[in-house]
């Protein structure tokens, strides 16, 4: 027996730790280690079903080091110490949490809580279903629309005295449609819920009962009690009562009570970001789904925010740099077709043909369009219409048939019966960057992409454990040696 139990500590020794091993290391970036739960997570977020580009992952190892290696600078250029950082990420962050502090308990309370709140605003009067047959009266109706309205109502109401049926009457000539389609019965109401005139005539009757006339703002009306309650016990409302809280996004309301309720017992020594961020660190120790996708938001905005300051908004805004990489690279935005750079423009006049020419011949190309809108569309009267751009075969029907000299139909534009067209061709390609600006400033961020991640890789270290990653979503532990 000894012996059997000795064996058994002996061999725990061994596979112990093989068994601990559950979320090994499956790289490290900049000294920071990566657990494989990690690079799952992302790897299955942008690899998921309807991903058109998907990647092995042995391909996506690269771009989720790159990744991460950009959050290692972000974070060294002190990103996330800013405060417009750390407002959308706590914002983001709490968007998560929140709904998380609140459990079922919570949820009955507030049940409990809205119908005990429903309960006394019904108040001990309860509530009334009405009939009603409504005949509408203007306030301001004359004398003569009074009487005649007045009559009417006398004589339904007669009607009704001598047998009639109330619905099938309320059906033909009450001038409320919504009730009278319902043989004029209107829902259960509460006290506040109706004009007073209405509520005072209907509150003091017992079911069966009818009313007389009744002048209200609306009109004249004749109500008949169809039924009286009190609110039915909380069990009768509970599941119409939870389906409301959901529908209303009431658990936001119920978490932030109980986060000021949590920082008004500390006396101060909380504030609610302290809170939410112990409540964010608390739950994503238990729910790695959420522990990343926090994550991931983090280093999203400091990959953002450091991208376009190094690469998208500088590649966008650098002049120079656009120009130099342009000539550099002039062969790669030949087209296999010639261009017409110009414009097709419609005038009243004919005067207007030479003058449009006149006013843009000595500007570059990109000052032509505010020229032709401070000479000539500056008032209320527009003189031209313009389009301006570099155009291939089959951009514009004017340009097709005056440039091209192509057999086209051109459409005349109302009230600009003079059509033209200006400028030169292009037969090569490109005469600079501002002619195909959208590929070259693409072609120069990726560029500074890449020049920014190769610096990264010299700078930082980095390391990836073979054996892990052939473990990825194989749902197994790594192979010990």
Not at 213 to 227: A, K, L, N, T
Not at 242 to 261: G, P, W
Not at 284 to 302: P, T
Not at 423 to 438: A, I, N, Q, S
């Amino acid at each position: 027996m000894k012996r059997l139990s000795l064996f058994f500590i002996v061999f725990s020794l061994f596979v112990s730790p093989a068994g601990a091993q559950t979320d090994p290391i499956v790289m490290t970036v900049n000294g920071e280690p990566v657990l494989r739960s990690e690079f799952e997570y992302s790897y299955n977020k942008n690899n998921s079903e309807g991903v058109i580009d998907k990647k092995s992952v042995e391909e996506y190892v690269d771009l989720f080091i790159n990744y991460k290696l950009k959050v290692c600078a972000a974070i060294d250029e002190k990103y996330d110490t800013l405060q417009s950082f750390k407002d959308e990420f706590a914002q983001y962050r709490d968007q998560q949490v929140l709904p998380m502090l609140v459990d079922d308990a919570d949820i009955e309370a507030e049940a409990h809580k809205i119908y005990n709140q429903t309960v006394e605003r019904i108040g001990p009067d309860g509530l009334v279903k009405t009939s009603h047959i409504l005949l509408r009266l203007n306030q301001q109706a004359t004398d003569e629309e009074q009487k005649a309205a007045k009559v009417r109502i006398d004589s339904i109401y007669k009607a009704l005295k001598d047998g009639a049926d109330f619905a099938e009457l309320a059906t033909k000539v009450s001038q409320d449609p919504g009730s009278a389609r319902q043989g004029g019965q209107l829902p259960f109401v509460q006290r506040g819920q109706l004009v007073k005139e209405f509520e005072d005539a209907a509150f003091a009757l017992q079911p069966g009962q009818m009313s007389g006339i009744v002048q209200s703002p609306f009109g004249y009306h004749i109500i008949r009690m169809d039924e009286r309650k009190q609110l039915e016990p909380f069990e009768f409302h509970h599941d119409a009562i939870i389906k409301f809280i959901e529908q209303r996004n009431l658990r936001d309301q119920i978490a932030t009570a109980k986060v000021d309720s949590l920082v008004k017992a500390s006396n101060g020594a909380l504030t609610k970001a302290a809170i939410m961020e112990q409540k964010a660190n608390e739950f994503s120790a238990n729910d790695l789904e959420l522990k990343y996708l926090i994550r991931e938001y983090h280093d999203g905005l400091l990959l953002y925010e450091i991208s376009n300051k190094l690469v998208w908004d500088k590649a966008a805004k650098d002049e120079e740099g656009l120009a130099k990489f342009f000539k550099k690279n002039k062969k790669n935005y030949n087209w296999d077709t010639p261009r017409f750079k110009g414009m097709a423009y419609h005038v009243k006049t004919q005067d207007d043909v030479e003058a449009v020419k006149k006013c843009v011949k000595k500007l570059k190309f990109d000052q032509w369009a505010e020229a032709l809108r401070s000479t000539f569309n500056a008032d209320s009267v527009i003189r031209i219409r313009v389009e301006k751009g570099i155009f291939k075969e089959g951009d514009n029907a004017l340009i097709d048939s005056v440039v091209f000299k192509k057999d086209t139909t051109v459409t005349k534009l109302k009230d600009y019966p003079i059509d033209a067209t200006y400028g030169w061709m292009l037969k090569k390609g490109p005469e600079d960057y501002t002619d195909v600006r959208g590929l070259v400033v693409a072609d120069y961020q990726e560029a500074l992409e890449k020049e920014w991640v190769a610096a990264l890789r010299k700078k930082y270290t980095f390391t990836v454990n073979k054996d892990v990653l052939e473990t990825v979503n194989s749902g197994t532990t790594s192979p010990q040696k």
